[in-house]
């Protein structure tokens, strides 16, 4: 008895699990629709607006899928076309490609689709640079279109990051985003922080550094960061190999305290005058620096930009 119950429960959950499936229609890889799709793709790439407009139904429809209302009224033919064209002709370089890995799918589903439609997926990078403002646009979209019978586009939801499009609004006007100072309280810190190096102090040097500080450094891979444990290592090593004769400020540091993302950067410039104690050989070497603070004043990040290939010369 236990085993026909174990057994029943068992035939039980597999009709749960797997007798739930139900077709609703055909996935194509290959399909008229896709080919439609794909010259109404070059078509708006090569800014051709009779040939955009012939592949769509008089009554066409364009919805912005990431829309935050549910009142967001459609874009009409005439309102699309003229948008449409604004890509191929306000972006030098302008082109439509697949997203890497993806393919366009063809939908022919069978519920709710009595006029025979064809519903197609298309995953695509859009890329450009816009010619007034050089803002490069280099964003993924997903467009749905929905095709009649007779393959003609009579929808088109366009799923994308509008960012792009807003930075080359605003690069229309000038504006400002914050100040920019040549003394301040952080200029000090940066001044006291390269002079103690100088002087061979590792420890007060990087006494102005946050504990959780990010120290980068031109010469190795991108996105790679040393620690300040690390860095007081690295900068020790230094000091191992390289007799310091003195360090020159060029110029003054600028301090910019940013409006946006409250930012807070002093650049620096620096002239390093150094003997390798290896062959004491005198080298003189440029160096930039960058250093973001937090509010209390404590440098959270820098990036030290110089070539490597001075202090390794023969």
Known sequence: MKKSLFLFAFAFLYIIAFGQKKNNGTIYIDHPAIAVVDEFEKATVAGDSAKIAGFLTDDFKSYNGTTTSLNDPATDKTAYLNNILRYSREMDYFA?????????????????????????????????????TGVKLDAAAQRIYYLTKDNKIKKIINYSNGKVIDEIFASFSDRTNGKIYNHHENINTIRKAVYAFEKGDVDKSLSFFSD????????????????????????????????????????????????????????????????RKADKKAIVFPIHISSGFDEKGKIVSQIMYYSMSLLTQK
């Open 96 to 132: 439509i490609e697949q997203i890497p890995g993806s393919y366009p799918d063809a939908l022919e589903y069978k519920k709710d689709n009595k006029d025979g439609e064809t519903v197609v997926q298309d995953w695509l990078m859009v890329k450009g640079v816009h010619k007034a």
């Open 212 to 275: 959780e500080a990010r120290v980068y450094d031109i010469n190795i891979e991108w996105g790679k960061y040393f620690t300040k444990a690390e860095t007081k290592a690295n900068w020790q090593k230094f000091l191992n190999d390289f007799e310091i004769k003195n360090i020159d400020m060029v110029g003054y540091p600028d301090y910019l305290e940013y409006e946006m993302d409250n930012g807070r950067e002093v650049l620096s410039w620096w002239k390093f005058n150094v003997v």
